[in-house]
């Protein structure tokens, strides 16, 4: 059984700055993707940014364009999402999700509160 476990969440002024962790039970190099969705009450989930498990390939919402980095740690199975310039409206439960290279199955972590709130 594959699990992600998210870490890194938690209650920040706006302007200000958390990095999000997704730890895999298993190699990156077994999904094809890995990325952040998140989910603000009463909204549907969004994709937030995304990357190749292979390359340098990210991909962002635009809403976060410019201040969220998605980035990888290879040899610590691990995802992370830097999140600067942090706004009221980024306030959401972040999923760590991944789909792996074996008959396309997505997997997804339990999910980090990211609250910003003066």
């Known amino acids: 059984q594959v699990q992600l476990v998210e870490s890194g969440g938690g209650l920040v002024q706006p302007g200000g700055s958390l990095r999000l962790s997704c730890a895999a039970s298993r190699s990156i190099f077994s999904f094809n993707v890995m990325d952040w969705h998140r989910q603000a009450p009463g909204k549907e989930r969004e994709l937030v940014a995304a990357?190749?498990?292979?390359?340098?390939?990210?991909n962002y919402a635009d809403s976060v364009k410019g201040r969220f980095t998605i980035s990888r740690d290879n040899a610590k199975n691990t995802v992370y999402l830097q999140m600067n310039s942090l706004k009221p409206e980024d306030t959401a439960v972040y999923y760590c999700?991944?789909?792996?290279?074996?008959?396309?199955?997505?997997?997804w972590g339990q999910g980090t509160q990211v609250t910003v709130s003066s």
């Open positions: 999700h991944a789909r792996s290279i074996f008959g396309n199955i997505n997997y």
């Open positions: 990357t190749s498990t292979s390359g340098d390939g990210t």
